[in-house]
């Protein structure tokens, strides 16, 4: 539950913004309508996008047992929030409740809590291994298709000062060596890397990519699989996922 309240901080001061700050994929909140959820009823859509993420198998029974707190979390949101907020950035933010894992401060390793859903902030900190913690996130969700190793970053080309520069990437994928430029921006994620990452993939013969949803805010939410199943999660959320390719 501390994930709720810490969105609630968030999407507060969101409100003095008008609903204005940008998404975690830097684009408008254009998958679903805003404005269709409102306190009255938070607590039966809650329960019943659990209830999906469970036909989906993305979470378990115990999980749609846990809608009561969740709900609860929501309840405290003011209705002008609720207001600005689409189907899918609420839905988002459930998952990030549930899949939000944790950064080991000492060496920016990425300790998982789920091995179905990686979330992950775009403003990154500490910003140390960067683009190697995201590769720690997608190993917990790809799980027997692909093998990282050799992963390293190499910042000699950032200007830490004006955070610009390329931070470069480099790693093995089932042994063949790849290399991603990621753009800087001070400690913003470049999130063309997941469509990288899907190129890779697609590189490798294989048929599941990462599937891209967020929460409206900040959060990035991944996925991995198919085809078929990014229709089935259409038809029943109601909206769909990304899957961008570099």
């Known amino acids: ?53 469970n036909r989906l198998n993305l979470i378990d029974d115990d999980a749609v047992a846990s809608y009561d707190k969740i709900a609860a979390g929501f309840a405290r949101f003011p209705e002008e929030s609720l207001e600005c907020k689409s189907v899918s950035d609420i839905a988002g933010m459930i998952l990030t409740d ?24 775009v403003e990154i900190f500490p910003t ?18 692909v093998q990282f190793a050799n992963v390293t970053e190499d910042t000699s080309g950032v200007d830490w000062k004006s955070g610009t520069g390329e931070w470069i990437l480099r790693f093995e994928c089932n ?21 990288f990452m899907n190129a890779v993939l697609k590189d490798q013969g294989i048929e599941k990519r990462l599937l891209v ?19 089935e999660y259409e038809r029943i959320m109601g909206y769909a996922l990304e899957c961008p390719m570099y």
């Not at 549930?98 to 902030?121: C, L, P």
């Not at 140390?128 to 298709?145: C, H, K, L, P, V």
């Open 98 to 121: 549930f899949a939000y894992g944790e950064i080991n401060i000492d060496d920016g390793t990425y300790i998982s809590s789920q091995d179905k859903i990686y979330v992950f902030d």
């Open 175 to 195: 042994g063949k060596p790849y290399e991603f430029a990621a753009e800087m921006n001070n400690d913003w994620f470049d999130t063309d890397i997941i469509g």
């Open 1 to 53: 539950m501390q994930k709720i309240y810490y969105l609630l901080a968030i999407t507060l001061s969101l409100t003095v913004l008008r609903c204005s700050y940008p998404t975690a994929l830097q684009k408008t909140a254009d998958k679903t309508e805003v404005g269709v959820v409102n306190k009255t009823d938070i607590g039966v859509f809650v329960k019943t996008t659990l209830e999906n993420f």
């Open 213 to 231: 949803t967020d929460d409206g805010m900040q959060e990035c939410i991944l996925f991995y699989n198919d085809n078929k199943w990014a229709g």
């Open 128 to 145: 140390n291994r960067m683009y190697a913690r995201f590769i720690d996130g997608i190993e917990t969700i790809i799980t027997d298709d």
